[in-house]
């Protein structure tokens, strides 16, 4: 069974400082998306990623992903309040067309 | 622009009343997915479809059903509900394989149960 774990769960950060969200996941995929949501929104594609070595980058986020450590990372440079939203995770099941989630990182980013 | 769109921002219903969550997706994505969030539980996959007239269920079933009987709609029913099932509905759909650009979100519809 394919499970998904982000960390930290809870951020709170300075402006104008760097930090990193971590995704793990359990079994073999190569298909790793990034999702922000809004309060009171729903979730909006960040970063899609399909290979491993894949890095994007959008403005002040990057996210990158590692298959053979299971592991995807978003990372954040100089946070700006704007950035202020929960961020989650997914990844594709090897076999069929779902999506499974993480539980999703609260980012609050402090002027 | 592609579009998922759900039918209602905010539903407020009776306990014991059947409810009707529409979702119409104009990208002709063969699947299509119904998750509710709750703070601290994100996001729990109630029912899916790949294809017309097929669903399987997801992690929740429970209280619920899903109707698709045209490719671009897909219905949730609260056959009777409930107060727990007070919560946010996200309806969500995607290409074959999900690739190369995973789910498509509509904007959600926000259901209390009084």
């Known amino acids: 069974e394919l499970k998904v774990e982000q960390n930290p769960l809870f951020l709170s950060m300075q402006e104008g400082k760097n930090y990193t969200i971590y995704c793990n996941y359990s079994t073999t995929s190569d298909r790793l998306y990034w999702y922000r949501q809004d309060p009171g929104k729903s979730l909006e594609s960040l970063f899609v990623l399909l290979s491993n070595g894949a890095v994007k980058q959008e403005g002040r986020l990057m996210a990158s992903l590692d298959t053979k450590a299971r592991l995807s990372t978003l990372h954040i440079t100089a946070a700006v309040h704007d950035l202020s939203a929960t961020y989650f995770c997914a990844v594709g099941m090897e076999y069929g067309n779902k999506l499974v989630f993480g539980a999703g990182t609260i980012l609050r980013v402090k002027s | 622009d592609v579009k998922v769109t759900q039918s209602s921002r905010y539903l407020v219903k009776r306990t014991g009343e059947k409810v009707f969550l529409e979702c119409v997706q104009d990208m002709d994505h063969e699947n299509m997915f119904w998750y509710r969030q709750d703070p601290g539980l994100g996001l729990r996959l109630i029912y899916f479809s790949y294809d017309v007239k097929m669903k399987e269920k997801g992690d929740i079933p429970e209280g619920y059903s899903v109707s698709r009987e045209k490719k671009e709609r897909f219905s949730l029913i609260l056959e009777s509900a409930s107060t727990n099932q007070t919560s946010m509905y996200l309806c969500?759909?995607?290409?074959?394989?999900?690739?190369?650009?995973?789910?498509?979100f509509g904007s959600g519809t926000r259901l209390t149960v009084v």
């Open positions: 969500a759909s995607s290409s074959l394989g999900g690739v190369p650009y995973g789910y498509t």
